[in-house]
């Protein structure tokens, strides 16, 4: 097994790699810029956490994979941001503002390409062929993103399916491959896959509700986003299923709000039928209930105490900024 | 061998199975749609012809990936479509002007992963790494395009490295791959790689050509579009090279023409140019002289008289209309 602190210089060094300067430039500075504005890593990390469970040193056979990782989760960014209209990503401008619609278009399009040089390079069509299946899963997700933003009525199943493909199936690609290139059996394989699922679902929801309730500072992005730009949320869908008045509920989530003073005002009020509702308890319940659920995903499989404390921890940091 | 008629048939049947009937539907009847509104399949047509000069029988092992490169090729035109902004395709509306430039984007992407699926089932490290280093100078081809737009000097050498990547690259590999997988030797694949390469610049050449000086009701779309959409295309590089009124002719190229009248007459005008400048009669040989050079690319690998002239065959119908 290898240590959180190698882990994290090995994540560091992944990227220091990448360096995306083929020609023509204009094509390849904006995935240059994705990966240059790109926070946490999550997906590579656990890729290799994974991998480090049942090794002792990190590898080529399993770097390139977890590049492909990142590379593909920035690309979708990248496209979704067009589809979203959103200006700014981690603070900075989007590919799409930065240059223009076109040129996010095809240096999306070619990065997409890029992740998959990357993953292919493994060799493993187990690996290339549950890639591909998260992939279109991804793309699937977007899609009913998309189709639920002219629905009002978007019950917490479909929701629940829709972040499912958009973002747990990523995480749990990311796990098994992980554990895949270990050499790890099919079960602890699989199992992995189910532990990805189900934090990313607590992952989802956490970053859902610190989108209303989280710190600015820490959350890093501007508070009620979500609110401000009738995005649907694990909030705004359990609150539009238990509030007693569904269309004024609705009709103050999709009220437009422009001015500082406007938004403010909005995000407060939606905020107040959240918690008179107990929406935000129940979305820490929620977290709690899926981040237990990855934990009995790995449970069985026969780690020690010390791989689960490390599969642990990793849960509470991606989720833990909420309590 | 295989013949030229099984051959049509061969093909017309590889589309015959693909359905896309996945969900959500919102995202997969744009994949539909783009392969039935599809034209001549010469992708997969040159993949089969040349895994055909070596096999008596079309396998599963060639199917998938000869329906990857037409799926592939699908993907880049929604994509350039909303890029160019082209409303019609084919004769029918392209899938961002049918759905949204949205849709068009992400049913795009999900058709590239689609593409993937299939060349990797052929399970060959090979061809999967050929299929990623062609995708990316497809890619790289359109931003050259997109790039030349805004230059109204792009030298030939400029240009016909532009339609190297956009156009040819995908044919080489087409030819390329049907080659690997009949297990022809590695310098046969090669010289069936560069055959398709030579094939794609004089066929994208020869549509350089139509557009201009093509029957409509054969060539089977509007003729002049280059010249009504300022399109930099084979006859305008090499007539602004020639022209003793540089200046004057970009300035007749660039001008806007709105109604049917004025675009009738600036078609005429730039023609007269180009018959004036003998870039016609250019052109004609250019292609001429590409596709002799794709048989000589083929001619010392020792195949067989009726195999060069099913070879030759192809080359003269993807250019066959000029004459």
């Known amino acids: 097994m290898i240590s959180e602190n190698k882990l994290d210089a090995a994540v560091r060094e992944l990227f220091d790699g990448i360096a995306f300067t083929a020609e023509p430039a204009g094509l390849y500075d904006p995935l240059r810029y994705m990966i240059s504005i790109g926070g946490k890593r999550i997906r590579p990390r656990l890729c290799l956490l994974a991998y480090s469970l049942f090794r002792d040193t990190i590898g080529e056979d399993v770097a390139e994979p977890a590049r492909a990782l990142e590379v593909f989760h920035s690309f979708t960014l990248m496209h979704d941001d067009i589809m979203d209209r959103s200006p700014l990503r981690r603070g900075k401008p989007t590919v799409w503002k ?17 992740a998959y040089r990357r993953i292919a390079r493994c060799g493993n069509a187990a690996v290339i062929s549950l890639f591909t299946e998260t992939a279109a899963q991804v793309c699937e997700g977007q899609q009913l993103d998309m189709e639920f ?12 399916q829709m972040i499912g493909l958009k973002t747990a199936v990523l995480l749990a690609c990311s796990a098994r491959i992980g554990a895949m290139l270990s050499g790890a059996s099919e079960p602890v394989c699989e199992a992995l896959y189910n532990y990805g699922y189900e934090l990313g679902m607590a992952f989802q929801i956490a970053d859902d509700y610190l989108d209303a309730f989280g710190d600015e500072a820490v959350f890093g992005k501007p508070i009620g986003g979500d609110i401000i730009n009738c995005k649907s949320s694990w909030l705004n869908v359990r609150a539009s299923e238990l509030a007693a008045d569904k269309p004024g509920f609705r009709r103050a989530l999709s009220a437009p709000a422009t001015t500082e003073e406007e938004k403010g005002a909005k995000i407060t009020f939606v905020k107040n039928i959240y918690t008179e509702l107990g929406v935000d308890k129940e979305a820490t319940g929620a977290i709690e209930a899926y981040s237990a659920r990855a ?8 780690l020690s105490s010390v791989r689960i404390e490390a599969l642990n921890r990793f849960v509470a940091n991606l989720t833990g900024r909420v309590k």
């Open 98 to 114: 930065k240059w223009n619609p076109d040129t996010a278009i095809l240096s999306g399009d070619v990065m997409l390409i890029d």
């Open 149 to 160: 933003e002219s629905h009002d009525d978007v019950s917490m199943e479909e929701y629940e």
């Open 295 to 302: 934990m009995d995903a790995v449970a069985g499989i026969g």
